[in-house]
């Protein structure tokens, strides 16, 4: 027999909702969700939801420091099962890292079983590992039992968890947080917490001091790991005063000398946040391309230190230029962000700069304090209306005994009898018959005194503000004194330093091994470079309908300068040129040159040298070598064209005469000090011509006259005698050349 189909029930009602309301609506729920109980820590106690949890989890389970240490696993299911329902792998991975002294300065939880590593290694699985509270978590915790916060029901209602952790401790700047929510992120690196509280003191002192009077105290981050911070102090001021920035942090190193004059350097602190393992990985792979010169060898010693060995190429290196390269290629430097953006009271997500931060922190440390001492007087005025019940009773004892043998309701008989309140009668008789042999009268006088005592304390600071700034100023003290620079947890482990200055060159020169190398450029603008200096080049395939343009020597360090019909000088490495296998690559690949423009020239920078650039249209001027170069793919504008007027030749600067030739073969003479030399501009006319540009110019020395090559490469030479008739002014319009002149009307002179 079939099954009986059952209709789907009618809906009760469909809505037509507009799809872009309801996405709207739900993404702005989960990214309010996601920027509230999930990425952004908390500027009171610097936690984020799931790290409190874990913490009040670990303090109903009795984890405090010195007890025993119980299991991760039982601590996880107790925090998802009552408090966070998420992945239990998240909340373990979020308690692993509160553990690991390599990632929160100040660890929160004490593990004791395999965490993790420096190297990016997997911790053990939580049922392997237990841990517990250490002394900074019992600070943050400190007077959670004397209603020193708020607290709120659970995800399902059926126990209460905090809103916010009393924090008597700067946690939020003092282990840092990072987190990505939806359209905001924050990143707060670690600090150190006696340099904080000595901060925090001056501001209970002076409650307007800006952020930068607090950097007399907060010098910068104090990494887990250590190592050296080389920001500039203007920097490190603007980033606390914005609360945006970054921390440029190197790895710490020394030089070690060995036998026969050799040396090793060992890299003792590493970034934080960087896994030491895929460090080493890069740098082993960088010597594979060879892009560490310097560098002969690279071995991991480490064992709980960190002991990280780099040998140089040879003992003649310069240590400091080697760990150049190294830091500008790996991640022994490594730029760590500051972005203080945090819940301010717990709800408004804001960037703040140091002193606001600490201000919340302190604010909060207050509103504890003045909880506490709520609960402490209720506390302490219950107490001695019990005490003053006590006494009446213990004054009576033979009436109060024969009351309670004899009435069936002796609670009012015992309040109308001795005037008692309902809570003294229910004491009385709650107390217990071996109690009566205690209940002396000097000792509840005494308890009695003592507690009004200590009353009048706590009324007198509810009562004035300054005394509860004195309290929360004697609290920062004692912290400080925890954590002071003495001590092995509170010493600082991050240094500053400027960052050394090198020559740019010379740094340049160490990321890349020197080789000489030929670079052959095609006809059409294909450019490879060959291994060696190869002369015979008459062996070399190029592409069908493409031929050898020209070739020069160079090394793989060399900078090359090619300057193109628009006027701009551009820059490249020859090293990042591809090899002599295959055709190369078109030039343009390497530029950004615009698809009208053509090289004119190309050649090896050397620096120091000066150029005459010229145009088709005959002019141009002198120029220095070092205002050609471009940092950028744009290149440099040097010599102002507009279409169609051109860039059409440039030629080096050798001697105090100047040779210009038109396409309309016609050719002049003059002295090279009638052109200016500029670092940008349009020139000034060289030779006037009617129809027809420039072709081509040269500069040549007077003494040793010009010389020319011809289509064949056969060279010819010219006296200033014989040159007579040539000779005259700049922007004349010149004559015919000599005989024997290339028809290609060119000096056929290249720039070395």
């Not at 150190?192 to 409650?207: T, V």
Request: proline content about 5%; aromatic content about 6%; some cysteine.
């Amino acid at each position: 027999m079939g099954k009986r189909i059952v209709p789907p029930e009618e809906p009760a009602e469909i809505h037509d909702v507009p799809l872009r309301e309801a996405l709207e609506e739900r993404y702005l729920a989960y990214a309010l969700s996601t920027i509230m109980h999930r990425a952004l820590p908390d500027a009171r106690d610097g936690l984020k939801p799931v790290h409190r949890r874990i913490l009040y989890g670990m303090r109903l389970l009795r984890l405090d420091p010195g007890t025993g240490f119980k299991k991760s696993a039982k601590i996880v299911g107790d925090v998802m099962g009552s408090f966070h329902p998420h992945g239990d792998q998240a909340i373990y991975d979020a308690m692993v890292r509160l553990a690991q002294d390599f990632s929160s300065r100040y660890p929160l939880v004490d593990g004791q079983g395999n965490f993790g590593n420096i190297d990016g290694d997997n911790p053990a699985a939580y049922r392997y590992t237990e841990a517990r509270m250490t002394d900074v978590a019992r600070l943050l915790l400190e007077g959670i039992d004397e209603d020193g916060v708020e607290f709120r029901a659970n995800y399902d209602g059926q126990s209460k968890e905090p809103v916010v952790l009393p924090g008597g401790f700067p946690n939020l700047l003092a282990n840092g947080a990072q987190g990505i929510a939806v359209g905001m992120a924050t990143s707060i690196p670690p600090h150190n917490a006696a340099e904080l509280c000595d901060a925090a003191l001056h501001l209970i002192e002076k409650p307007d001091a800006k952020s930068k009077a607090l950097l007399k105290w907060v010098k910068g981050p104090d990494f887990p790991t250590g190592g050296i911070c080389v920001d500039s102090k203007q920097a490190i001021a603007e980033a606390y005063t914005t609360g945006r920035g970054s921390f440029r942090v190197r790895a710490r190193w020394e030089q070690e000398e060995g036998a026969r004059g050799t040396w090793v350097v060992v890299v003792t602190e590493i970034p934080y946040l960087v896994q030491k393992s895929r460090m080493v990985e890069k740098i082993a792979e960088l010597l594979d391309q060879k892009k560490l010169p310097l560098v002969g060898e690279v071995r991991d010693e480490s064992a709980e230190d960190v002991r990280l060995v780099i040998e140089p190429k040879s003992k003649n290196v310069d240590p400091a230029l080697m760990m150049e390269s190294l830091f500008r290629l790996t991640e022994l430097e490594n730029k760590i962000p500051l972005n203080l953006n945090v819940l301010i009271k717990g709800r408004i997500p804001k960037v703040v700069g140091l002193a606001e931060c600490l201000r919340e922190w302190l604010d909060h440390l207050r509103d504890v304090l003045i909880r506490r001492s709520n609960f402490r007087k209720a506390q302490i005025e219950h107490r001695l209306e019990v005490l003053g019940g006590f006494l009446i009773a213990y004054l009576n004892i033979d009436k109060v005994i024969k009351i309670i043998r004899t009435e069936d309701e002796p609670k009012p008989e015992l309040m109308k009898a001795f005037k008692l309140t309902e809570v003294q009668a229910e004491a009385i008789l709650n107390m217990r018959l071996r109690s009566l042999r205690k209940l002396e009268e000097m000792e509840i006088r005494t308890e009695d005194k003592n507690l009004r005592a200590e009353l009048k304390g706590i009324n007198a600071v509810l009562a004035s503000e300054a005394e509860q700034w004195k309290k929360v100023g004697e609290q920062v003290g004692k912290v400080r004194d925890m954590f002071g620079p003495k001590t092995p947890l509170g010493k600082r482990r991050t240094t500053f330093a400027d960052a050394p200055e090198h020559d740019l060159a010379a740094i340049e020169e160490a990321f890349v091994e020197r080789e000489p190398v030929t670079v052959v450029v095609s006809d059409k603008g294909w450019i490879r470079t060959m291994k060696g200096h190869v002369e015979d080049l008459s062996g070399l395939a190029f592409k069908q309908d493409d031929k050898l343009g020209f070739a020069f020597f160079a090394e793989t360090t060399s900078k090359l300068l090619l300057f193109a019909t628009n006027g701009r000088f551009y820059s490249l490495d020859v090293a990042k040129l591809p090899g002599g296998r295959g055709h190369g690559e078109p030039i343009r690949l390497f530029i950004d040159l615009e698809q009208e423009a053509a090289p004119v020239a190309l050649f090896v920078h050397k620096g120091g040298r000066k150029f005459l650039v010229a145009s088709s249209e005959g002019q141009g001027f002198v120029v220095n070598e070092d205002d050609c170069v471009g940092t950028t793919k744009k290149g440099k504008q040097v010599l102002n064209v507009e279409m169609p007027n051109e860039a059409r030749a440039v030629t080096e600067v050798l001697g105090d005469t100047v040779a210009v030739i038109g396409e309309n073969r016609k050719m002049l003479v003059f002295p090279l000090d009638q052109v200016p030399e500029m670092a940008r501009g349009r020139g000034v006319r060289l030779q006037k011509y009617k129809d027809g540009g420039l072709s081509d110019v040269a500069v040549f020395d007077a003494k040793a006259g010009l010389t020319w090559k011809d289509s064949a490469g056969r060279e010819f030479s010219a006296t200033m005698k014989e040159l007579a008739e040539w000779q005259g002014t700049r922007a004349d319009a010149g004559r015919l050349p000599p005989k024997g002149f290339p028809k290609s009307n060119k000096f056929g002179r290249v720039i070395g």
